[in-house]
T-cell receptor, first 112, second 110 residues
């Protein structure tokens, strides 16, 4: 069963540190999404790519967040510097244009 | 107004009951619609697509009403294992951007 793989599963870091989250989408999927989920805001779309090209990152704070897709098997989300308000679960999802997506298990980030 | 709105619930229903959730969307150009299920501390998982003609998968029925811009999910003969948060998802017609509702929490009890 093909799955989206995210690493790390959990991350605790101090405020000001850089955080890098990684995602391996399902082979053959051409669209990759990064979401953030908190109790207060629910699932928020941060950025997404189609065929590795960034399509929309309007949901992402540009001053500290960056999303890249260096190749078809890897997507990264970086936060530098991290802040306590960034604490959330970050999900990566992949799919085919217009179809439902498969989610990874998420990275649970805690910034202290 | 939010792009996709759902009643957060919780809906508390006894086992065997029928329960229905609605979800409204604001973008009339939206093209694709889905229901996802999310268990506590887990990732969302695709439950079913929603077609214009409506579709059924076992105890689950999804409907789309384009005129009124809402989709619905009906669960018949609910089971304890149906307890979860149900998220509706709307995809716009141009950039394939998925927008999630905040979810409706269902708790099925004995």
């Amino acid at each position: 069963d093909a799955r989206v793989t995210q690493t790390p599963r959990h991350k605790v870091t101090e405020m000001g540190q850089e955080v890098t989250m990684r995602c391996q989408p399902i082979l053959g999927h051409n669209t990759v999404f990064w979401y953030r989920q908190t109790m207060m805001q629910g699932l928020e779309l941060l950025a997404y790519f189609r065929n590795r090209a960034p399509l929309d990152d309007s949901g992402m704070p540009k001053d500290r967040f960056s999303a890249e897709m260096p190749d078809a098997t890897l997507a990264t989300l970086k936060i530098q510097p991290s802040e306590p308000r960034d604490s959330a679960v970050y999900f990566c999802a992949s799919g085919l244009s217009g179809a439902g997506n498969s989610f990874g298990s998420g990275t649970r980030l805690t910034v202290v | 107004r939010k792009e996709v709105e759902q009643d957060p619930g919780p809906f508390n229903v006894p086992e065997g009951a029928t329960v229905a959730f609605n979800c409204t969307y604001s973008n009339s150009a939206s093209q694709s619609f889905f229901w996802y299920r999310q268990d506590c501390r887990k990732e969302p998982k695709l439950l079913m697509s929603v077609y214009s003609s409506g579709n059924e998968d076992g105890r689950f029925t999804a409907q789309l009403n384009r005129a009124s811009q809402y989709i619905s999910l009906l669960i018949r003969d609910s089971k304890l294992s149906d307890s979860a948060t149900y998220l509706c998802v709307v995809i716009d017609g141009t950039a394939s951007k998925l927008t999630f509702g905040t979810g409706t929490r269902l708790q099925v009890t004995l």
